[in-house]
């Protein structure tokens, strides 16, 4: 399991960004994708997530609205849409891959224990 996370940068305040995250090594149709973020000082967010099979989409309450996260299995990539940015949403975002596809997720789901199922942090700033 190899995940690739991009996309992040500096934007000001009700600016967008669409971060990437690609994963090689296996299929998305196994896992579902989804996206954390930590932000400094703060415990670690469940953002959204992605999968086959029923649930096929989680957004935290604070996603709501204003991410969209979809995926392109030929690309074998997973997407986020970040629109209406707020300061609040700086953090690192990361991917990560979940064999239970988004069965768990909430916000304070912490995600997969093994590492080999995340991909590196990509920084988000929201600042004017």
């Known amino acids: 399991v190899q995940l690739q996370a991009s996309g992040g940068g500096e934007v000001q305040p009700g600016g967008s960004l669409r971060l990437s995250c690609a994963a090689s090594a296996f299929s998305l149709d196994h896992y579902g994708i989804g996206w954390f973020r930590q932000a400094p000082g703060k415990e670690r967010e469940a953002i959204s997530c992605?999968?086959?099979?029923?649930?096929?989409?989680y957004y935290a309450d604070s996603a709501k609205g204003r991410f969209t996260i979809s995926s392109d299995n030929a690309d074998n990539t997973v997407y986020l849409q970040m629109s209406s940015l707020k300061p609040e949403d700086t953090a690192v975002y990361y991917c990560a891959a979940d064999l239970f596809g988004c069965t768990y997720w909430k916000r304070t789901y912490r995600g997969p224990i093994d590492s080999k199922y995340w991909g590196q942090g990509t920084q988000v700033t929201v600042s004017s």
């Open positions: 992605i999968a086959n099979s029923n649930p096929t989409t």
